[in-house]
């Protein structure tokens, strides 16, 4: 019936998928977790959650007792299908959509005539089309958008997601959502579902609009932030405290800088941008540069901390954090977790990593023998250099008297 959404899946359980599936879900909707990680499913349909984000497992506990959330890693035929997979890229820089391809083979056998599919993950222009070719290709029993328009069996959406880690579920809710479609009214079936559970405003636009939106917002993040970690390497030339000068230049009542650290990291602002440069590489030297300066900021950390851990016969570095941002558990592209990797390979001492959000070492982490996860206070025991990489409100509460017998090299200015 048109307008009516009973059974949702939301193909892909992670950081973005399982939230918006659990609010989904406690709007009264059916909603079925599809996944390919068994772990993952598992541990959902016990009503229990595998990633670190406030009151999600409060969510996903309640939806999956009440029954309107259960996962599988097997695709059943539903209203509509929202694809959150990641999109990481290849060497080069070159997109890889292989997950969202994957996800269009998984759903295409049990689609059905009225069926509405959104594409929420980050993507470059154009991905949303070929999602339709594919599927076009493995159900030609089907119409799509690009074959039939507005009279299409099958309509296609793109509504990329817009959150901040940490407050998911409330942004999930509030933030205004682009809606995408690759017809009119592919954009309105798409805003009947999410107006069952978004408060903000649903704002329509064509498919390539919507994908080159997502990228831009993070393209000129990246760019706001090149331009902060230059002046901090401007800063350290001048022996100018880049704190201070950021603060002062911040009181002028038309400037914003943003604050610098060791790079940056993240599934988005770290990859985004180069999605735009791989489409139109003669018209974005700009983008390309702040990515560049931001993909160079990890090593200029790397080479102060070992030439300041050449006064010790056998350095001990204290890594403090390894998440991409504060106050999380992401490891995605995370410049800290870089900069540890590389210092412990390239250093004769010990290398101790503090991340309070997790409970074991990443593989790449594991191999290294000289590496160790230790507590806050093991570390300002017993190391001799203290690095700090992530600004975790425990961190950034340390007496500053436990510092003053440490070396000390603060990406963040939270030690100041």
Request: aromatic letters at 4%; hydrophobic letters at 40%; a negative charge.
């Amino acid at each position: 019936m048109k307008g009516v959404f009973s059974r949702v899946t939301m193909v892909g359980l992670g950081y973005i998928g399982l939230p918006t599936a659990a609010v989904m879900a406690s709007r009264g909707l059916e909603v079925i977790g599809l996944d390919v990680d068994q772990g993952a499913v598992d541990t959902i349909n016990s009503g229990g959650v595998h990633i670190v984000e406030p009151d999600l497992d409060i969510v996903v506990r309640s939806v999956v007792t009440t029954g309107n959330l259960r996962a599988t890693t097997i695709a059943e035929p539903s209203d509509a299908f929202l694809i959150a997979v990641p999109t990481p890229f290849k060497s080069g820089h070159k997109p890889d959509l292989s997950y969202i391809q994957a996800a269009a083979n998984a759903i295409a056998p049990v689609l059905e005539t009225g069926n509405l599919i959104v594409l929420e993950s980050t993507s470059p222009v154009g991905t949303t089309e070929k999602v339709a070719q594919w599927l076009a290709q493995a159900r030609p029993d089907l119409s799509f958008p690009q074959q039939a328009g507005d009279q299409s069996d099958i309509m296609l959406a793109y509504c990329p997601e817009r959150v901040l880690p940490g407050y998911v579920l409330q942004e999930l809710v509030n933030n205004d959502r682009i809606i995408g479609g690759m017809s009119d009214r592919c954009s309105q079936r798409a805003t009947e579902l999410y107006k069952i559970f978004v408060k903000g405003d649903c704002l329509p636009t064509t498919a390539r609009t919507a994908e080159l939106c997502k990228l831009t917002e993070n393209a000129c993040r990246d760019v706001n932030i090149a331009f902060a970690n230059e002046m901090s390497l401007v800063c350290e030339e001048l022996s100018v405290n880049v704190w201070e000068l950021i603060a002062l230049a911040n009181r002028h009542p038309r400037v914003n800088i943003l604050q610098p650290g060791p790079g940056v990291g993240g599934h988005c602002i770290a990859v985004d941008p180069w999605f735009i440069v791989d489409s139109v590489p003669e018209s974005t030297q700009l983008i390309r540069t702040a990515r560049e300066v931001n993909d160079g900021k990890p090593q200029h950390v790397i080479k102060r901390v070992l030439a300041k851990a050449e006064r010790f016969k056998s350095p001990s570095i204290a890594c403090f954090g390894l998440a991409f941002k504060a106050d999380i558990d992401d490891l995605r592209e995370s410049p800290a977790l870089g900069i540890c990797r590389d210092l412990a390979s390239q250093l004769e001492g010990t290398v101790m990593v503090v991340e309070p959000n997790i409970d074991e070492l990443p593989e790449s982490l594991k191999t290294l023998s000289n590496v160790r996860l230790c507590s806050v206070q093991e570390a300002l025991k017993e190391a001799d250099i203290l690095l700090g990489l992530v600004d975790h409100s425990e961190f950034r509460t340390l007496n500053p008297e436990s510092l003053v017998e440490k070396v000390v090299i603060d990406t963040r200015g939270m030690w100041r």
